[in-house]
């Protein structure tokens, strides 16, 4: 299964709403997560199962959607919310890649 | 607190052997999956494998089937990620993440990496 992130890139400003999107090459019901990583830091676990929202995550992100095409919005971006995020399929324990990753930057 | 300790960074020429670990605390080590996730400089995390330290279940990525050895001591809590002959290619920065209680999970707790250069 790959995973594919739109955009690559993206350029925002302090409160803005954002929207990453993951497509997956074939249907993966919501077995879906997504990560944020800073530079020099491990990968922290900010969503499971396509919409849970992990403990100590803030409520300005969430998850939605299912099958192949699914979405991380940041509701008002925070100057700590600048940082590379990465989705992964959980549904198998050995084939559960990960997508390219959507560096999310300051305007 | 849930916590996995990685060993320290480090340096090997080509064609030298090379086995890091990640020690868990704070929780049943033996009751959850331990991955290992690879990043190369400036690139994304690819999935290795992982096992299960309950029974030594381990599955690996047909991309790194061969390539490298996951293990697990389950006495003293602590996976390993080992090769037997390192390329220059195998420059990194390695994590362990532990997988959560069912596939739905996701990796929930990560270790803080371990920088393997390989260079002549």
């Known amino acids: 299964i790959q995973l594919t992130q739109s955009p690559s890139f993206l350029s925002a400003s302090i409160g803005d709403r954002v929207t990453i999107t993951c497509r997956a090459s074939q249907g993966i019901s919501n077995y879906l997560a997504w990560y944020q990583q800073k530079p020099g830091k491990a990968p922290k676990l900010l969503i499971y199962a396509t919409s849970a929202l992990q403990s100590g995550v803030p409520s300005r992100f969430s998850g939605s959607g299912s099958g192949t095409e699914f979405t991380l919005t940041i509701s008002s971006l925070q100057p700590e919310d600048f940082a590379t995020y990465y989705c992964q399929h959980l549904n198998s324990y050995t084939l559960c890649s990960f997508g390219q990753g959507t560096k999310l930057e300051i305007k | 607190e849930v916590q996995l300790v990685q060993s320290g960074a480090e340096v090997k020429k080509p064609g030298e052997s090379l086995k890091i670990s990640c020690k868990g605390s704070?929780?049943?080590?033996?009751?959850?999956?331990i991955g290992w996730v690879r990043q190369m400089p400036g690139r994304g995390l690819e999935w290795m494998g992982i096992i299960y330290p309950g029974d030594s279940d381990t599955r690996y990525s047909p991309s790194f089937q061969g390539q490298v050895t996951i293990s697990a001591d389950k006495s003293i809590s602590t996976a390993y990620l080992q090769w037997s002959s390192l390329k220059a290619s195998d420059t990194a920065m390695y994590y362990c993440a532990r997988r959560g209680p069912d596939l739905l999970t996701g990796s929930d707790f990560w270790g803080q990496g371990t920088l393997v250069t390989v260079s002549s």
């Open positions: 704070g929780y049943s080590f033996t009751s959850y999956w």
